[in-house]
């Protein structure tokens, strides 16, 4: 068990739904990392939160979006969903001290499936 | 931009076999390389890491040795088991910023026999 937890483990919905994704990183964690694993593009960087803010953008698209509350436990958005959003959805959580290696922690996923 | 890219799967090998996964990566600067594995149904763990050139990571038996020469960190073991069967992620982080995302490669799924 690596300490990050994530609700629901499954989500099935239908195309055009919007479904919120969340995440609580491990007890002193200020990062929480989001990534995306599809069959297709493999497992791919969307967005990085630190402390309530947003630190960098990977690939993610438009209708997708997170943020990060004040007890740090962080929430990921994805609206007008569609087939090609179906994948597994990680997060990961970090300390982030500087000047030392800060290894992720990843949660054990949620599964989307849109219909 | 930086990029990772490993062996194509699947790997089947019988208990006890040598195991090499191929991992090679393009990056500016000096990247921090990691090897996750992820269990079926599980999230990714750490299996090991190194952070500089001529590094060897390590763990459970399995070894990759940071190589800047030729810009690679393959990942070997010298007697699989059955419960190594999963898939492995070659990654790296750019050591230029903090926080900074990890970038994957595509995985490679290895299956042990008994």
């Known amino acids: 068990d690596s300490g990050v937890t994530q609700t629901p483990k499954h989500l099935i919905t239908a195309t055009g739904q919007r479904v919120t994704l969340r995440c609580s990183p491990r007890s002193g964690d200020l990062s929480v990392y989001w990534y995306q694993q599809s069959l297709d593009q493999g497992l791919q960087f969307l967005i990085h939160y630190y402390n309530g803010e947003e630190r960098a953008k990977g690939n993610i698209l438009e209708r997708f979006s997170a943020q990060q509350f004040p007890d740090l436990h962080s929430e990921l958005n994805l609206s007008s969903l569609e087939l090609g959003d179906s994948a597994l959805y990680f997060c990961a959580s970090s300390v982030e001290k500087a000047g030392r290696y800060n290894e992720q922690f990843f949660g054990p996923g949620t599964r989307l499936t849109v219909l | ?114």
Request: neutral net charge; glycine residues 10%.
């Open chain 2, 1 to 114: 931009g930086d990029s990772v890219t490993q062996m194509e799967g699947p790997v089947t090998l019988s208990e006890e076999a040598f195991l090499t996964i191929n991992c090679t990566y393009t990056a500016t600067g000096y990247p921090s390389l990691f090897w996750y594995v992820q269990y079926p149904g599980e999230g990714l763990q750490l299996l090991l890491k190194a952070t500089k050139a001529d590094d060897k990571g390590s763990n459970k038996g399995f070894e990759a040795t940071y190589r800047k020469e030729t810009t690679s960190f393959h990942l070997e073991k010298g007697s699989v088991q059955v419960s190594d069967s999963a898939v492995y992620f070659c990654a790296l982080r750019s050591r230029n910023q903090a926080g900074t995302a990890l970038i994957f490669g595509k995985g490679t799924t290895l299956s042990v026999s008994s």
